[in-house]
């Protein structure tokens, strides 16, 4: 059966600093992987995703993604935070773009 | 990227009562889209998968005769929530690709439905 660990519910990060995300997933065939990001009362936006190729993907807003086959992970990464990108995050997995299934969330909260 | 719609944002209605939320791509063409319900503090869980033209497909768990799904054409599907009770009371989001035919490599997300059964 597929599923989508995100180890860590809550993180709190200081603004400037670096930003790590896990992800660990469990699939039967190499999976579709995504980020999303959620503010509140919102719908998700794609902060980057996975498919093939380079396991090192870039995305939007700064963020970056590493696929390691050996580890099962695909963990969201940023160099430096800024106070917007206070938010819920989400790693999805699925056999293509569209039938997703989502981690629990992380909340990342950016203190000054 | 492709425009997803959904209406309406946030809706309170009475126990008993049915609420039909409506998901638009607006500006291409979706044979499939995908609703996700959200409870409060949790992650999205797939609902059900809607074709056009066909039956939609339920996910486990989910009652295909209280969640009913139209999708009609290829630009509108609908989740209408039956005698709906307080625990349905949750943020309802859709989402689907970005057109029909080869392609697609992400899915785009309404802004989802906050729906309150009082």
């Known amino acids: 059966a597929q599923s989508v660990t995100q180890p860590d519910i809550h993180i709190t990060v200081s603004e400037g600093a670096s930003l790590e995300l896990r992800c660990n997933y469990s699939y039967g065939a190499t999976p579709y992987l995504f980020w999303y990001v959620q503010s509140p009362g919102q719908g998700l936006q794609l902060l980057l995703k996975y498919f093939s190729g380079d396991t090192l993907v870039q995305g939007i807003k700064g963020f970056e993604a590493e696929f390691k086959r050996s580890q099962s992970s695909f963990n969201l990464r940023k160099p430096s935070v800024h106070w917007s990108d206070a938010a819920e995050y989400f790693c999805?997995?699925?056999?293509?773009?569209?039938?997703?299934?989502f981690g629990a969330g992380t909340q990342v909260v950016v203190t000054p | 990227g492709a425009v997803v719609s959904q209406h309406p944002s946030w809706v309170i209605c009475k126990s008993g009562t049915s609420v039909k939320i409506e998901c638009r791509s607006l500006d291409f063409q979706a044979t499939t889209m995908f609703w996700y319900r959200q409870f409060p503090k949790q992650s999205l869980m797939l609902m059900a998968t809607?074709?056009?033209?066909?039956?939609?497909?339920?996910e486990q768990g989910v009652e295909k005769d209280k969640f009913l799904i139209n999708h009609a054409s290829l630009t509108l599907s609908t989740l209408t929530v039956t005698s709906a009770h307080p625990e349905d009371s949750s943020f309802y989001i859709c989402?689907?690709?970005?057109?029909?035919?080869?392609?697609?490599?992400?899915?785009?997300f309404g802004q989802g439905t906050r729906l309150t059964v009082v």
């Open positions: 999805a997995v699925g056999a293509s773009w569209g039938k997703l299934q």
């Open positions: 989402s689907t690709g970005g057109g029909t035919g080869q392609g697609n490599t992400e899915a785009f």
């Open positions: 809607s074709n056009e033209g066909s039956k939609a497909t339920y």
